[in-house]
């Protein structure tokens, strides 16, 4: 079985290459380790690629990397897809950071990336921008949640972490509450991508940067329910939506719940069903129109 460890990073697709990758390293404060005309490969000051920005007619995320067990054969990962009816096909070298990956499509039509093992592409931290330690997790809107949700456990090792009501999925592949998220509407898009910043005072010095810089925050400062991480959000000049957040909850995978926070309202916490409002809030401001605007 293909037991997935992490997610690793996220292919962007733009019209304007150059708007974004401008985006990314003076806001984000990424770096970029790998250029040609048509495509930027961006990585955070600890050397792990987080995002690939490849040129083309519209916006949107057409690849997403995920780690197995390092030391995996990605061999016998094509062996264990192949038992499930999915081709694959190993890819070498195809970023500075990634010796080899197995690639296949996904039900919703996005190329996933297996990878075993990487390597660091910087040692030098970035000057400016808000430096995010990780992509955190990323989320989509698709019409049946149910059959992708299906896709990712049965396939890929993913574990349910918890459901709002019975339209949105967030799934586990590590102690992190969720890396993917599902949630039903008409159309297969990307809904937001996150990135994990260090604690609460780094949320507030995000807030100040993106104030100074003029770039609005469309729903937060505030603590979901569902995963309780400290949030914002704004938009990327390519109008998607972009989640900075800390605290999110930690599974102790042997015991079966959530480590103990003093912000949780069960305890222990553990995987379940939540209402809408409550998931969506422990405290905070309600999404604004500009957060929503998008959604059907």
């Known amino acids: 079985m293909i037991q997935v460890k992490r997610i690793g990073h996220a292919t962007l697709q ?23 005309e048509g495509q930027a490969i961006l990585a955070t000051g600890f050397g792990q690629e987080v995002v690939t920005l490849l040129r083309g007619e519209t916006a949107g995320c057409i690849r997403l990397s995920m780690q197995l067990t390092p030391g995996s054969d990605l061999g016998e990962a094509a062996v264990a897809l192949r038992a499930h009816g999915i081709d694959s096909q190993i890819e070498t070298d195809p970023s500075p950071g990634l010796p080899a990956v197995l690639t296949f499509t996904d039900p919703k039509g996005t190329v996933i990336e297996l990878f075993s093992d ?34 990712y456990v049965r396939v890929l090792g993913f574990r349910v972490s918890d459901w709002m009501e019975d339209f949105f999925a967030f799934l ?21 991508m996150a990135f994990e910043l260090r604690d609460f005072a780094h949320v507030q010095t995000a807030c100040d940067f993106l104030g100074v810089r003029d770039v609005p925050i469309i729903w937060g400062p505030g ?11 704004h938009r990327n000049p390519d109008d998607q939506i972009i989640e900075l957040y800390t605290q999110i909850d930690l599974m102790n995978e042997e015991l079966g719940y959530f480590e103990p926070r003093p912000w949780h309202k069960d305890v222990p916490q553990r995987p379940k069903v939540w209402d809408r409002k409550s998931a969506m809030l422990t405290w905070g401001p309600p999404p604004t129109p500009e957060y929503l605007r998008s959604r059907e």
């Open 14 to 36: 733009t019209p304007d290459i150059g708007r974004l990758v401008d985006y990314y390293t003076t806001i984000l404060g990424f770096r970029v380790v790998a250029r040609t």
């Open 118 to 151: 990487w390597k660091s592409t910087t040692t030098v931290p970035a000057e400016g921008g808000i430096n995010p330690l990780k992509f955190g997790h990323v989320a989509f809107t698709v019409p049946d949640v149910q059959r992708i949700v299906d896709f």
């Open 172 to 192: 586990r592949c590590g102690p992190d509450h969720h890396a993917v998220n599902f949630v039903r509407t008409p159309k297969t898009t990307l809904h937001h």
């Open 223 to 233: 603590r979901h329910g569902i995963g309780h991480n400290v949030f914002i959000y």
